[in-house]
Every structure is written in structure tokens, then in C-alpha cells.
């Protein structure tokens, strides 16, 4: 009896350490938001010993915190509706058609989501900046579409391998032309395998900072750019930093919670 007690409270605290473990640095995010800076580096404390608002409120007034939230959310957005719109199509002939070369060609785009995004920052970079594109929301967009669409083609690919192909011809037997029923019919069978993969998309585009930060300066600055530029002649404003993390949690925290379901399906019937 003993054992079996033991070995219970064993199952929960596991968990439960686990848990606090991962939660752990997001609550100290939290908890450095409503110091000050001065706070942070003169104590160690697990509350605020002065409770402030100021770092949220300055992120809310200056033109240049918001801004950088809002040009985020603006190529964030839009890559992941261009990623998985190309995606779609380009897994749907991966599945269900047989061609020279369709392995490699498979192998050869999932390829470039391997590699470093630094490989292409300075081509990228300069092809924007020859065409006018550079300092855009669309130039940030397109560059992470080089690693989203493979890695969304991969996930529908696997979706869309799971649905019987006599879908397909039941369809084209009652008369559906192909768009009508790839929009009809096809998409809602794997609206799961849609949602992990705009989830994918979305939250790479948002980490992501290093192509981000080179082909923007100052119209379309995105978040990450300006939590870098945070420092002045006393040091960086931790307090600020730490808002500002705060803030970029937010949006993820939402998607995650919009798609909880498809990515719970997905991990469990998909290629993720």
C-alpha cells in the first residue's frame, strides 16, 4: 500500500516540477515587467517591491514600441496566408500524383527549410533593395516564405495522404470541376492539417529576427528590431525589455488557443 502511495504522489509531482519548470521563466518575464530597472539590478525578489505600469504604458504611447508590434503582425500575417495558399496546392499534387523525379523534388524543397536563415540575408537583401522592395512588410513575408511553404507542403503532404483518393473521384463523378471541389470538399477534410500548419508558419515568422531586422530600417521595423535598440548611457532599460517580451507572448498565446484542437489532431494524425 505504501508503495502504491508512493508511487501516485510520484506520478503527480513529476508533472507538477515539470510544470513549474517550463512556467518558471515566463512568470519572472512577467514578474521584471513591473519593476524598474533600477529594481531589477539593486534586489532579488520573487514580487515587485514597486508595483508599475510605466513600462506597459510607455510600450502603448510611443509610436515606435506599437508600431513595431503592429508591422510584426502585418508580415507575420500575411506570410501565412501566402505560405499556406501555395502550400495547398503544391501537397495536394505531392499526394496524389506519381512523377519523374517527384522524391527528389519533395527532398529538394523541404531541403531549403534546413537551412540557416544568415545564408540568405544577404541575397535577399540585396534583390530588395535593387527593386524598391526593401523596408517592406512584403519583403519580410516573401523571405519567410522560403522556409514556410516547404514546411507547410510537408505537413498538408501527410494530411493529404491520409485521405482516401476515392474522395476524389466520387466528386469528379458528380460533376464537381476541380477547384469547387478542392474548396468545397478537400479543404474542410483537412482543416486540421491546415491549422498546424498556418500555427508552424505563424510562429516561425514571429520568432524569427535575423531576416526580419536586415531588410527593414524604419517603416516596417518589426519588434524584435526595437527591444535591440533599448540601450542608453545608464545600460539597457531591463524593466522596458521585459514588457516588451511580455507583449510579443501574447499573439502566440492566442493562435495556440484558437487552433488548440487541429494541433492536437495534427500531432496525432498528421506528419508533425
Known sequence: MRVGAAMKRIKWLVPALYIVFVLLPIYWLLNMSFKTTNEILGSFTLWPDHF?????????TDPTWYTGYLNSLAYVLMNTVISVSLALP???????????????LFF?????????????????????????LFDTHVAVA????????????WILEGFMSGVPKELDETAFVDGYPFWRFFIRIFIPTIAAGIGVAAFFCFMFSWVELLLAKTLTAVVAKPIAAVMTRTASTSGYELGLLAAAGALTIVPGAFVIYFVRNYIAKGFALGRV
Open 52 to 60: 508599475t505600469l510605466e513600462n506597459y504604458r510607455t510600450i502603448l
Open 90 to 104: 503544391a501537397a495536394y499534387a505531392f499526394s496524389r500524383y506519381r512523377f519523374m523525379g517527384d522524391k527528389h
Open 142 to 153: 516573401l523571405a519567410h516564405c522560403l522556409f514556410n511553404i516547404p514546411l507547410a507542403v
Open 108 to 132: 529538394w524543397l523541404l531541403s531549403n527549410r534546413m537551412a540557416p536563415p544568415a545564408v540568405f540575408a544577404l541575397p535577399f537583401f540585396q534583390l530588395y533593395s535593387a527593386i524598391g
